[in-house]
Every structure is written in C-alpha cells, then in structure tokens.
C-alpha cells in the first residue's frame, strides 16, 4: 500500500499554535476540523519522541494523571498510562474495585478527592454514558478526558483512528469509511462518526438493522436533529457497503450491552456480517482493514484478514499511544514544543 506522511510540526512552532478550545475531551461532537488538526498534528511529534531509544521526555514533569477505571481495559488504560510516563507525569492508576467506590463512595465525591489531592487530569471510563459529562460538572479546574462511557461515546479512540488514517492516506476528505458490526452499542462507531464527518470523510455503517441506532433507515443520510448523529449512509448487505471502501472498521459485538433477542445466533451473525477475505475483495485495492479492539476472531472479523496485508490493527494500538500523549499535553497546557526535544 502507498503510504503518505504528514510532515510534523516544526520544532520552532509552538504546539498551542493550533486551535485547541478545551478543557475536558468528552467526545468529538464539539471538535471542529482546526481542532482535530491540532491533536493530529502534534501526535505527529509525539511519535517522534516514543521512537527514540530512550521515550523519555520532561514535558509534564510536575503534573499528575490519574486512570480511574469503572471498567476494565487493557488498550486505553496502558496506553495512557504509558503517554503520561513518556512525557514525565506523575501517572497513578485506580480502579472501582481498588477504591473506596466499594464502600459506598460516590462517583463526584471520587472526582472531587482526586482533584483535592492535586489531579491535573482525571483520564475516566465508566459504564454509564454521561458520568464523565456529569465529573466535568463538579471539577472546576482540571481536566476530565472521556476513555469511554457505556455506549456512548469513547473519543481517543476516534482521535487515534483518524491519525492512522491519515498517516496513509493523507487528507481524508472523500474517502470511504465502513463500520461494519454493532453500531447501535459501539461508543466507537459514535465518535468515530463525528471525527469522520469533521474530517470530511464518507461514512457508511452496516449491520443487522437490530444493531443500528434508532432513527438510522437503510439508504438514509440522517441530519443530527433527527437521530443525534452526523450523517451517514446506512446499508443492512455488507458487500454493498464495503464496495470502493477505503477503511473497512470491524466492530466487536457488545453482549455486555445488549438486551436479549437481537441476534438469532453468534454463527448466523458470522455467516452474514464477518469481515472476510471475500468480502474485501469489493473494497478499493488498497484499502485498510481497522479493529478497535479487542477483537473476537471468527466472529465479527476472520483470522486470515485480521492478520493480513490490509490490516493496521497492531498501528492503531502504537499510535493510540502518541494521540493520548498528544492530548495530555495539551491539557496541561503545553506550548512549547522545544520541550518534547
């Protein structure tokens, strides 16, 4: 496949040139395009730094990021985690069953005691859509960064998709992007959306109509108004939407999401929804096979593929990396970037 490199930033340039406008990163329904390029843009440095032989760097020294997970996670917790290491903060991890949440603790008096103790950014997962929302309410100062919230919205993630997209194929206006899996509880599929349509891409998602959102029709481009979505095209046959794709996303289905009666049966799923080797033959020639992770083989994605030549999964995970390093950064109010030399 040809690759295209965005150039990164000069080291002259400071990183807050940009546009950036934000305190907390919820999700990307409030990220213009300038904004995205901004994130995008700096995680091109952030690369840089986690390619040296020694990732280490003084950016954040003196600032502390607290992990609090409500939710287990292996990808999102590492890796920011690791951005915060990498840039010399203070990293500490909690989870709900490590915490006084046990005992009865309530999710703002959590948040308030984090931040009391001297936070500068609270990284937060939590089953519930809209907990980070309601954290961002009672924080005051500090930042509140969405690592995923029930079936809503999960926005680095998104940021990190966009990154590999465009680290090869440039601009990503005009090109075809397939979610194909459960899009009705994929917090994923919902920011990835707002970062596509931002961005300038096509986007089509696919699935059992029992898997869509409600509002979503087969063949519509619904307006936000009338689903709380930006506009997509929708398609129930997976060979007609991963026809021309440039991306093809496979989706996890979410049992622990969903209510009973919405599938038939796993095997049924997988005879008419798998991403396999047969239907990205009607993709374009050099077209991109994207998991968000983690992904359940032979189901929703077939191993032969998953593994192949198209396949970018393992570059999402190393650059899922440098996006959150790149967003850390600019939460603490980075600006210089002579200070990530």
Same mark, same amino acid.
């Given at each position: =496949? ?12 400071? +990183? ?29 440095? =952030? ?7 020694? +990732?280490? *760097? ?29 840039? !010399? ?14 005992? !009865?603790?309530? %999710? $703002? ?11 500068? *950014?609270? *990284? =937060? ?5 809209? &907990? ?11 930042? $509140? ?13 998104? #940021? ?11 601009? #990503? ?76 996303? &496979? ?10 009666? %919405? ?17 990205? &033959? ?34 999402? *995970? ?12 600019? %939460? ?7 200070? %990530?030399?």
């Amino acid at each position: =496949m040809t690759t295209t490199t965005v150039p990164p930033i000069e080291s002259t340039k400071p +990183a807050s040139e940009g546009a950036w406008r934000h305190q907390h990163v919820l999700d990307l329904d409030d990220f213009g395009r300038d904004e995205i390029e901004t994130v995008l843009n700096l995680t091109d440095r =952030m690369r840089e730094v986690l390619d040296r032989r020694i +990732a280490r *760097v003084p950016a954040l020294r003196g600032h502390t990021v607290v992990n609090l997970f409500y939710e287990a996670s292996t990808r999102t917790r590492a890796s920011f985690e690791l951005a915060g290491k990498v840039l !010399g903060a203070d990293v500490i991890s909690l989870t709900a069953s490590a915490s006084s949440v046990v005992k !009865g603790e309530s %999710l $703002i008096d959590t948040v308030r005691t984090i931040r009391a103790m001297g936070s500068d *950014v609270i *990284v =937060m997962r939590h089953s519930s859509a809209g &907990a980070p929302y309601l954290a961002s309410e009672q924080i005051g100062t500090g930042s $509140i960064v969405n690592a995923g919230d029930g079936a809503h919205a999960h926005p680095t993630q998104a #940021l990190l998709d966009l990154y590999t997209m465009r680290k090869h194929f440039g601009d #990503l206006t005009g090109k075809r992007v397939v979610m194909v899996g459960d899009i009705s509880h994929s917090r994923v599929a919902r920011s990835d959306m707002w970062g596509l349509a931002a961005m300038g891409a096509e986007v089509v998602v696919c699935g059992p109509p029992t898997l869509l959102p409600r509002g979503l029709r087969v063949g519509d481009r619904p307006a936000h108004a009338e689903t709380g979505l930006p506009r997509v095209r929708v398609e129930t046959d997976i060979t007609k939407a991963i026809e021309g794709a440039h991306v093809v996303m &496979a989706l996890r289905l979410q049992n622990e999401r969903q209510q009973g009666g %919405l599938l038939p049966s796993m095997h049924e799923y997988a005879l008419q929804y798998q991403v396999t080797a047969a239907r990205l &033959a009607h993709a374009h020639p050099e077209h991109l096979l994207m998991h968000p992770g983690p992904k359940n083989e032979g189901i929703e994605i077939a191993g032969d593929v998953a593994s192949g030549q198209h396949s970018i999964i393992e570059e999402q *995970v190393t650059n899922g990396v440098a996006v959150r390093a790149a967003l850390l950064y600019l %939460l603490c109010g980075g600006t210089a970037t002579e200070a %990530l030399r």
